[in-house]
Nanobody, 120 residues
């Protein structure tokens, strides 16, 4: 059974930083992309960042230059370093693992979600 365990959310002031982690287990994740979605109240879930097993990355335009995604394949773990946080980054962040080069949200494994709140 696949499990994704997230950690690292919390409350931070604008301009601050947080690092999210997500450890996956339960199968081999070769050829699986890992990434992060977020969902703010009243808004649709959107992909924030994605990284392929080979290291190719994708970022939502609004987080480029502020967020960095990375992964440790040996540990089946993905990280999201979030710097220069803004109040509009406030959302529940979900880890996702999906077959292919990019998490699209079509048929991923999901984490339980972790709240990120950025105060102004």
């Amino acid at each position: 059974q696949v499990q994704l365990v997230e950690s690292g959310g919390g409350l931070v002031q604008a301009g601050g930083s947080l690092r999210l982690s997500c450890a996956a287990s339960g199968r081999t994740f070769r050829n699986y992309a890992m990434g992060w979605f977020r969902q703010a109240p009243g808004k649709e879930r959107e992909v924030v960042a994605s990284i392929s097993s080979g290291g190719s990355t994708y970022y939502l335009d609004s987080v480029k230059g502020r967020f960095t995604i990375s992964r440790e394949n040996a540990k089946n773990t993905v990280y999201l370093q979030m710097n220069s946080l803004k109040p509009e980054d406030t959302a529940v962040y979900y880890c996702a693992v999906e077959y292919g080069d990019k998490v699209l949200g079509a048929n991923p494994y999901w984490g339980q979600g972790t709240q990120v709140t950025v105060s102004s």
